[in-house]
């Protein structure tokens, strides 16, 4: 996939990020370079002539010190450098500082290692990756409104059966409530909460109601 591609994870723990290291070295192919962010000078970057992402830690204690770092990668005058980060709390005041074309991405603290490792791969593919709430403010921001310069790919889209069953889980309906609101059997409600979950990358219903509330 994106063998000979960097991957490059910045922040002041480096230690606490070799599982997510390890998780995108298998899930994606990719070279994974960590670097420590604590030391003040920029951050040591490691990237092809094609392309290279790098993930900055953006946990909510100091988001202005992941703008800095953004600021100090950005300084490195390489255009081929994607950006993107990680460790963000939805709502957070990081989301009004920056945006696209500045970052290709953002992942928030629940996303699981799967969710990952699929926007890592968007990204390389010439997407963007962040929840259509933010799409919505960002496209509002552009010149016309239409956002005609933003590749924008969706998360994993779901049906229109999946959406509306989606809807139901995170108004705390059970199984047998979403399958007579819908005129459907339990079994067939139980299967498509199964794509869900596939689609979604999630593991339970707590899971994609998170998933829910940050994207939709």
């Given at each position: 996939?994106?063998?000979?591609?960097?991957?490059?994870?910045?922040?002041?723990?480096?230690?606490?990020?070799?599982?997510?290291?390890?998780?995108?070295?298998v899930n994606t192919e990719g070279r994974v370079h960590i670097t420590d962010?604590?030391?003040?000078?920029?951050?040591?970057?490691?990237?092809?002539?094609?392309?290279?992402?790098?993930?900055?830690d953006a946990t909510e204690d100091h988001p202005g010190q992941a703008i800095e770092i953004l600021a100090q990668c950005h300084n490195s005058g390489k255009k081929q450098l994607m950006y993107a980060f990680f460790n963000a709390d939805p709502n957070s005041r990081l989301e009004t500082l920056t945006g696209p074309p500045d970052i290709h991405g953002i992942f928030y603290t629940d996303c699981t290692p799967g969710l990952m490792a699929k926007g890592v791969l968007a990204m390389f593919n010439g997407d963007l990756w962040?929840?259509?709430?933010?799409i919505a403010r960002y496209l509002s921001d552009q010149p016309g409104g239409n956002?005609?310069?933003?590749?924008?790919?969706?998360?994993?889209?779901?049906t229109a059966r999946e959406m509306e069953i989606l809807h139901l889980l995170t108004t705390g309906a059970k199984n047998t409530d979403?399958?007579?609101?819908?005129?459907?059997?339990?079994?067939?409600?139980?299967t498509h909460i199964y794509h869900i979950y596939k689609k979604l990358d999630v593991a339970?219903?707590?899971?994609?109601?998170?998933w829910a509330t940050h994207n939709l």
């Open positions: 996939m994106l063998a000979g591609r960097w991957i490059n994870i910045v922040g002041p723990d480096p230690e606490a990020y070799e599982e997510q290291a390890a998780n995108l070295r962010s604590s030391g003040g000078s920029s951050p040591t970057l490691k990237f092809n002539a094609k392309s290279g992402l790098v993930l900055i962040f929840p259509r709430r933010l956002g005609s310069s933003f590749p924008v790919r969706e998360h994993d889209l779901l979403i399958a007579s609101e819908l005129s459907l059997s339990v079994h067939t409600i139980k339970n219903r707590t899971q994609a109601v998170n």
